[in-house]
């Protein structure tokens, strides 16, 4: 069983949000507008930020501790799928699920708990180097064809057109 990298990062996401949506309720009114629209600047990769977007982030990760812990954890967190080796990728991961957990944010302590107790599903990415990614894309397209076609009573037809758009090249 291999963890699917995209849902491992998708679920650290909702970490930084709600740590940003937490310090949004705590915040006095100049902070809130300060925090106000960041949240897809504390979610996006940083080489993505326009030069607008990464000035106004960097504002608000100066005023703002725990949204700058946040940010540095889910920046920290994809590193675990440069690594080579079993071995080094298990010691890198058992360091940041401390470094959640130190930092006392609550949906970091709870992610990295999950983590925890799914470490050998994640850590088998690194042995296997597969996602689900392309199982999903096709799954998605079946479910478009039948939702194109208002469903299908003919099984048969349904695999035919299933065939049918697999085989089709991506360049047309």
């Known amino acids: 069983i291999v963890f699917d990298k995209f849902h491992l990062v998708a679920n650290c996401n909702k970490a930084v949000d ?35 977007q990464k000035a106004s ?30 071995k080094a990728a298990e010691n890198y991961l058992e360091r940041w699920i401390d470094w959640a957990t130190e930092s006392k944010l609550a949906p970091f302590v709870t992610f990295a708990k999950g983590l925890s107790k799914d470490r050998n599903e994640i ?12 199982i999903e894309a096709f799954n998605a397209t079946i479910a478009r064809i039948i939702r194109r076609a208002c469903g299908y009573g003919d099984l048969e037809y349904l695999y035919l057109k299933i065939r049918q758009e697999a085989l089709v090249s991506p360049q047309t």
């Open 18 to 52: 709600e740590v940003r949506r937490s310090e949004w309720r705590k915040a006095d009114k100049n902070n809130k507008t300060v925090i106000k629209g960041q949240r897809f600047n504390l979610l996006k990769n940083t080489e993505n930020l326009k030069h607008s």
């Open 123 to 134: 850590l088998s990415y690194i042995k296997h180097r597969i996602t689900s990614g392309k």
């Open 57 to 86: 982030l960097a504002v608000l990760l100066k005023l703002n501790e725990p949204l700058y812990e946040a940010y540095l954890l889910k920046d920290a967190l994809k590193k675990i799928w440069s690594y080579r080796y079993k």
